[in-house]
């Protein structure tokens, strides 16, 4: 089955990509996929991001299925300078 | 109001979301994107959000600062994209009965947004550029 990775700001410099449709088996957890993406993208393994599935915050053992928006997020910087 | 834009923000706009008459304090912020940072002037900066959760985080937010306090109208406008310096980032408009209200739930907004809101900013210089917030 099929996901869709959404990579922002420095991760999406990292992967030099905003998306990517990656093929997963069944029970592979959101910890697996991002084992699996920072071996494609080395440069990942030096962030420990939050990670949204479908626009919620989503724990490590999460199980991800068909069709999942998966987002990778770094440390938010929004709003005015400090 | 609760917008993610790529518009330049309007303060009349703003402003006239919080102008019913039962508001006899309006407090608005806007936060405007500096030239220099470190020592480093600022061509621009580069926003960049995940719009729609970005959105719900937004109202989020509003909703938590109803919560809290007794509030009229509430307005929140997040521009992204391309922003140069003096140029309005992030605009808030808390209208309520009394001026303690509204100055509080505007501080605190602004201080939820920052934590919970997924927008990132990278600093555009002469020589390259920086995201905010993470070491690289």
Known sequence: ?82 | MIEVTEKAIDPREVMAVVGGDTNGAVVTFLGVIRGQSEGKRVIHLEYEAYKDMAREKLEQVVGEIRERWRLEDVSVTHRVGRIPPGEVALAVAVAAPHRREAFEACSYAIDRIKEIVPVWKKEIYGDGGKWVGVHT
Do not use: H, W
């Open chain 1, 1 to 82: 089955m099929k996901v869709k990775v959404l990579l922002f700001a420095l991760f999406r410099e990292i992967a030099g990509q905003k998306e990517i449709e990656m093929e997963i088996e069944p029970g592979v957890t959101v910890a697996l996929l991002q084992e699996r993406l920072r071996e494609a993208f080395p440069r990942l393994g030096d962030y420990e991001p939050l990670v949204a599935v479908n626009g919620k915050y989503a724990g490590a053992q999460d199980v991800l299925g068909q069709g999942d928006e998966v987002a990778l997020l770094p440390p938010f910087s929004g709003g005015c300078s400090d």
